[in-house]
């Protein structure tokens, strides 16, 4: 399969998480077109730019109350976990399953960008237009149902 390439496809409009995403394309396609001696090397610098990418999108969504954080953390981290598989494919030997695994991250990045990720983005982008609606420093949202109806008692 052709290395993953960057397309204006893939633009979110949110400058920050743009540029870690160029970067990703850039490092994925390198693993993509790293040969036999190179793939293990390669592949470890996958996993760490797509770990610093993760954490920065992770915290993004911590500290301005983004309604689908639970969902998008959880697959960053299951995504993580099966990258570190990848790298014990690596140092086995097993490189075709290496490579088949870089082409499957891709396919799952176009989605994942244009999905959970362009929503991260659409809320960065209102949480710079409108600051009042950011979430106070210590205030914590409590879930709908502990919000008690009456206030008696
Ligand atoms: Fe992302
Ligand atoms: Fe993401």
Do not use: C
């Not at 850039?26 to 036999?36: P, S």
């Not at 793939?39 to 983004?66: C, N, P, Q, Y």
């Not at 983005?121 to 420093?137: C, G, S, V």
């Amino acid at each position: 399969m052709e290395p993953i390439v960057w397309t204006d496809k893939l633009l979110l409009d949110y400058e920050p998480m743009d540029t870690v995403h160029r970067d990703f394309i850039a490092v994925l396609a390198a693993a993509q077109a790293a040969d036999d001696a190179n793939l293990e090397k390669a592949w470890v610098e996958v996993i760490d730019h797509t770990r610093t990418h993760f954490d920065r999108e992770d915290d993004w969504m911590r500290h301005s109350g983004f309604a689908s954080a639970d969902s998008h953390i959880l697959q960053h981290r299951v995504v993580l976990n099966v990258l570190r598989e990848g790298l014990a494919l690596a140092r086995s030997g097993q490189y075709g399953a290496v490579r088949e695994m870089a082409s499957e991250l891709a396919a799952w990045f176009g989605k994942h960008a244009q999905t959970q990720d362009a929503a991260l983005a659409l809320h960065m982008r209102r949480q710079a237009e409108y600051p009042e609606r950011r979430p106070r420093p210590g205030g914590t949202e409590r879930p709908l149902a502990r919000h008690r109806a009456s206030s008696s008692g």
